[in-house]
């Protein structure tokens, strides 16, 4: 008991009787926290770890038979987890049957129901009772590290912003969750965290029993509004067969936090890795092999279940409802891209700019512009997609969920987003997952390459690189091989068109763009699959919309868009007067050739030339200097617009245009 006590919240309006059974609590080797009121204990209970609950049931008035607050604190649902004890002076048969009744989930509203005038003694009784048989604590479990891991990590992760004052309890917390869960072993070694999104993650461990047997787990750890849906999509939607793979194995339920143990079967952890583990290998081999076991194995468990007609169900309305739900969640994406693209040039990724309407991406050579996702993503319901099959799917088939073993058999790690939906996702989950986080480098000009390369008008027509390729286009085979397995799979089973799997791409792209945090500031490498994630939704948004697209999705440094009469330098559209227009387009008509004065008086600004007193000189040279205000870099050194003494002016536009 010295080396772990138990802590016990006690609430009673009675403060002489608190304080003296508190007493008597402590002399027993117990952490005693004390309320008087109900208000008092709840915000106890955010801020403290506690094991089990001490509740009068008049909490109010000790005169009024009607007053039960402790009771329906004790039925909070919150708390339903914690083991309570009801003290009173007004005990009777309708309050503890009331008290000590069946619960439909977790504990019922108390575990036992003791009377005042019983005495300090029976209550201690009471206390150590419970611990024994309701709290299901191991205070004697060992636990070691792998990695870099510690409780301290794992609550940082998955609640980052506690303060100082209350993070020591919420650590305690989290240990207990695992003396919980593990309650039976002798030792628990942690391992890798093989997934974390917020207020959740999934790390492997090992626990060992008293003989030195060892069980390899998956544990999902988070938030308990975080695991509720797992918790409930396991029981109602995981195929049975597949339940074989990644066995359930138990739950252990904390006012804070929650864990799910799976057993891992059918191979060892230690000699498994995750797909992105094995891309960063290079080892195609496993690679194509644990590709063909999950499409052709694993995920026909899941996608046989549940099959319904492709005329059954809308794929753009159900994209679109998916993007409503998690634009409510998570905030306005307009908001994200835009603080996305500040982020970005702040730390010198690439030259990004966001407007309401349209993305702008500068590099070296060239200018990129292409719909701003965020503009198109209430427009996903109003494009004309093809029917797809439907089934259950496993729905976050990404490189981190998906280990690999030496055979090239796969598991899928992952069963918090199991839902009925188009099978399509589970196809284009993991291509997204590769695209975002298997091209090596920082180079976003590779992303821009790859989608021109997805750019297929038959999804059984095979992915192929450029003979010769730049630098910023060497994809590594293997990643294209993988992309082809991947597509191959689709057709055979998701019953899909180049559109629809296009739109499927999209809205995985902007679904990674919902999970980027304004408020956090990331390094490099963390920011760079938003960043790929923002450039590929962009590049199909073009796709998607050709007919809304303002300009081509790529432009030379200068660049006269002659169907709007409209010019743009470096990317920026440049503000020009009617005839400021037809003086640039009659230059640009004559590129590298010396355009006379008259001929530009008189065929751009439509005037008859006329030298005699040097008007039309003065009045063409005065339109010059403006333009050149407008367009040059740097007026007085210009790049583009050349003077030809004696004779008139020269457009020299780059080679590149």
Not at 29 to 45: C, F, K, N, P, R
Not at 372 to 393: C, E, F, M, R, Y
Request: hydrophobic residues 40%; glycine residues 6%; aromatic residues 10%.
């Amino acid at each position: 008991m010295d080396s772990y006590p138990f802590r016990i919240l006690f609430v009673d309006n009675d403060l002489d009787l608190l304080q003296t059974r508190a007493e008597f609590l402590e002399n027993g080797g117990y952490v005693v926290w004390l309320a008087q009121t109900q208000e008092a204990a709840l915000e106890i209970l955010q801020s403290r770890h506690i094991h089990l609950m001490i509740l009068d049931i008049r909490m109010r008035d000790d005169t009024d038979e009607w007053d039960t607050s402790g009771l329906t604190l004790a039925k909070e649902p919150r708390l339903r987890h914690i083991p309570k004890i009801i003290l009173t002076n007004y005990p009777s048969y309708q309050y503890v049957r009331e008290a000590l009744g069946p619960a439909l989930e977790g504990l019922p509203p108390a575990v036992d129901f003791i009377s005042k005038r019983d005495g300090a003694e029976v209550m201690l009784a009471a206390v150590a009772h419970t611990i024994d048989n309701y709290v299901n604590v191991n205070p004697t479990l060992q636990f070691s590290w792998d990695a870099y891991l510690s409780f301290d990590q794992l609550l940082h992760l998955v609640q980052p912003g506690l303060t100082s004052t209350v993070r020591g309890e919420h650590v305690l917390a989290v240990e207990d969750v695992f003396r919980r869960l593990f309650r039976r072993y002798h030792q628990v070694t942690f391992g890798q965290i093989m997934h974390h999104e917020a207020g959740r993650l999934l790390v492997a461990l090992s626990g060992f029993d008293a003989d030195g047997r060892e069980t390899q787990y998956i544990v999902s750890f988070g938030l308990p509004e975080a695991l509720a849906g797992e918790i409930e999509r396991y029981a109602t939607a995981v195929p049975e067969q597949a339940k074989g793979f990644l066995a359930r194995w138990e739950v252990a339920y904390g006012y804070h936090y929650t864990a799910v143990a799976y057993s891992f079967n059918g191979g060892d952890l230690e000699r498994t890795a995750s797909l992105g583990q094995l891309f960063r290998r290079n080892d195609t081999a496993t690679i194509q092999a644990g590709l063909t076991h999950l499409y052709q194995t694993q995920l026909p468990l899941w996608h046989g279940r549940g099959r319904t007609s492709p005329t059954t169900h809308s794929l753009e309305g159900f994209l679109a409802e998916q993007l409503k739900a998690i634009d409510q969640k998570s905030g306005v994406l307009a908001a994200k891209v835009t603080a996305l693209c500040r982020q970005t040039l702040a730390t010198n990724l690439a030259d990004i700019d966001a407007a309401p309407q349209q993305l702008t991406l500068r590099s070296s050579t060239s200018t990129y512009f292409w719909p701003n996702p965020a503009h198109k993503a209430s427009q996903l319901d109003s494009l004309s997609l093809t029917a797809v099959h439907w089934g259950l799917i496993h729905g976050q088939v990404q490189m981190n969920k998906v280990l690999i073993g030496e055979r090239g058999n796969a598991w899928l790690i992952d069963y918090a987003y199991a839902q009925q939906a188009p099978i399509l996702l589970d196809f284009v989950s993991l291509e997204m997952s590769i695209l975002l986080e298997a091209i090596p480098g920082q180079d976003i000009d590779q992303t821009i390459y790859l989608e021109h390369v997805l750019s297929v008008t038959e999804l059984t027509a095979p992915l192929q690189a450029a003979t010769e390729q730049t630098p910023a286009q060497q994809i590594p085979v293997h990643l294209l091989h993988a992309l082809n397995q991947i597509r191959q799979a689709a057709v055979n089973d998701a019953g899909c068109s180049p559109t629809a799997y296009e739109a499927v791409r999209y809205y995985y792209a902007l679904c990674v763009l919902h999970q980027f945090d304004p408020a956090h500031r990331y390094r490099r490498q963390a920011l760079m699959p938003y960043l790929r994630a923002l450039v590929s939704a962009a590049i199909m948004a073009q796709k998607l919309w050709p007919e809304d697209s303002a300009v081509p999705s790529y432009q030379p440094e200068f660049w006269l868009d002659e169907a709007r009469e409209a010019l743009w330098v470096h990317g920026q559209q440049i503000e020009l007067t009617l005839q400021e227009y037809q003086i640039i387009a009659l230059l640009a008509a004559n590129n590298g050739q010396t355009c006379e004065r008259r001929d530009i008086v008189e065929k751009a600004m439509g005037e008859l030339y006329d030298d005699t007193y040097g008007q039309d000189d003065s009045r063409l040279n005065s339109a010059m200097s403006r333009l050149r205000q407008k367009i040059e870099p740097d007026p007085d050194n210009p790049r583009y617009l050349k003077t030809v003494r004696g004779r008139g002016y020269r457009l020299e536009l780059p080679t590149h245009n």
